[in-house]
């Protein structure tokens, strides 16, 4: 037996420990959800709908629970708990609409005395591997499509964040039926288990590295992979007021541990020494501790600080910590603006993610995009410019699967996600999501 011990983020004390699943109990669950998924994609798309807005209802019903559960794992401000909670409910109930949709392409006569048409078919029992950065956010990202074209799901949290998934694996149970949705609560070892279990398909979320080690185990099942961000920011010298201001409050939500939030902010020469000190100002007035939470996890923390340790960067403007009486300790860390630094300062290269900023200079335009996507990641980007049309124009070079002009981090159910290069592929949110997770058949009948 495998006992495991999270830590609280916001002090670092131990939290209640849990048990690890390890192969036997792999092999049942993802059994479970098998025998499972034939009743439920036997379900008609209304039917699964209701089941899914059920849930999503209930979710809101219990959002303080859950808000507390995703506090207890990240040590997110509650504003922040709150927000996640009511999002995660937000594409559950999009999905629930999806699964009511039609998507099939070419259908009727095709051919001489022959009727054509698609079915699009599940593909069974999805593992979804979630991270411990949005534990409720991310696993609607993978439940709602898969649970809407009618598959199964077995979901297994972050090591650090199982509460919110057993909350929710509770609650699915109740109203979508029995293993519909199964819980796998574990660490890496768990994971490896299950992508080389019997699933039919494979969704993850997390590392570049883990990523590799999925794609590898999963071999010619399918597999969705999100991945690192490291996402640039290109800042012209007609970018609107607000510009630093944005970037501050994107750069430190969540502490930074979001794949798509800004990391690196380009620069030109004109405005270089302007945006620098404007996020320096901006970056100051948000406190770790009042304006966002700690790392996750000391791991996480250890990472941070060696990346830190490491950069070469030539000015450096810290923000504070005020974690107050109650979160002595933990895995706080201030905001931080780094200027002047190489292009292949580890600061630059590596995925931080955390509550930082790198300032580059690029010599000119073309060097700025090249700076962009001059890095392994390719997940988003943003532009920043008072002329829309040069900005729409930037944006299409930008190297990445998502872009924003003049905001960054905003998304909505409704537009997809998903990333290129070492930032993995396939689709996150929208109705193209659905695609991820079912397969088509073409069927043709003789007439006559």
Not at 64 to 74: D, H, K, Q, V, W
């Amino acid at each position: 037996m495998t006992m495991l011990t999270p830590h609280d983020p916001r002090t670092g004390r131990p939290r209640p420990a849990y048990q690890a699943a390890r192969e036997k109990g792999v092999t049942a669950t993802v059994d479970a959800a098998a025998a499972a998924q034939r009743g439920w994609a036997s379900l008609l798309p209304g039917q699964r709908s209701r089941r899914l807005l059920r849930l999503a209802d209930r979710i809101e019903d219990r959002a303080e629970g859950y808000a507390a559960a995703l506090r207890a794992g990240t040590g997110k401000p509650e504003e922040e708990a709150r927000g996640e909670v009511a999002g995660s409910a937000d594409v559950l109930r999009f999905y629930a609409g999806a699964a009511r949709t039609e998507s099939s392409p070419a259908a009727g006569r095709r051919m001489a005395d022959r009727e054509s048409w698609v079915r699009w078919e599940p593909l069974g029992v999805v593992a979804a591997i979630v991270p411990w950065n949005y534990p409720l956010m991310m696993a609607m990202w993978r439940l709602g499509p898969a649970l809407a074209a009618g598959n199964t799901v077995v979901l297994k949290p972050a090591e650090t964040t199982p509460d919110t998934a057993l909350l929710l694996g509770e609650d699915a149970a109740g109203l979508l039926g029995d293993d519909v949705v199964c819980v796998l609560p574990g660490d890496r070892e768990t994971g490896a288990l299950l992508v080389d279990s019997r699933v039919d398909a494979v969704a993850f979320t997390g590392s570049t590295v883990g990523g590799l080690d999925v794609a590898y185990r999963a071999g010619l099942r399918p597999v969705s992979l999100e991945l690192g961000g490291n996402c640039a920011a290109l800042v012209l010298p007609d970018a609107p007021a607000y510009t630093c201001a944005s970037l501050a409050a994107a750069s430190v939500f969540n502490a930074g541990q979001s794949c798509a939030a800004p990391a690196r902010v380009i620069t030109l020469p004109e405005n270089h020494d302007a945006v620098v000190e404007g996020l320096a100002r901006e970056m100051g007035r948000k406190v770790a501790g009042v304006d966002f939470g700690p790392l996750n996890n000391a791991d996480q923390a250890a990472r941070y600080d060696h990346i830190l340790s490491a950069s070469r960067a030539g000015v450096r403007h810290n923000g504070r910590i005020e974690p107050g009486p109650e979160c002595e300790g933990g895995y706080w860390r201030p905001p931080v603006v780094l200027a002047d630094l190489a292009d292949d300062d580890p600061a630059v290269l590596e995925e931080v993610f955390g509550p930082l900023l790198t300032v580059q200079r690029a010599r000119d335009l073309e060097h700025a995009v090249e700076l962009a996507n001059g890095v392994p990641q390719a997940l988003a980007a943003s532009v920043w410019s008072s002329d829309v049309s040069s900005a729409l124009t930037l944006a299409g070079r930008m190297d990445a699967g998502e872009a924003w002009v003049n905001c960054h981090l905003d998304q909505t159910p409704e537009m997809p996600h998903g990333g290129r290069k070492s930032s993995g592929h396939g689709t996150d949110l929208s109705a193209l999501a659905l695609a991820e997770y079912q397969r088509p058949k073409c069927v043709t009948v003789r007439l006559g």
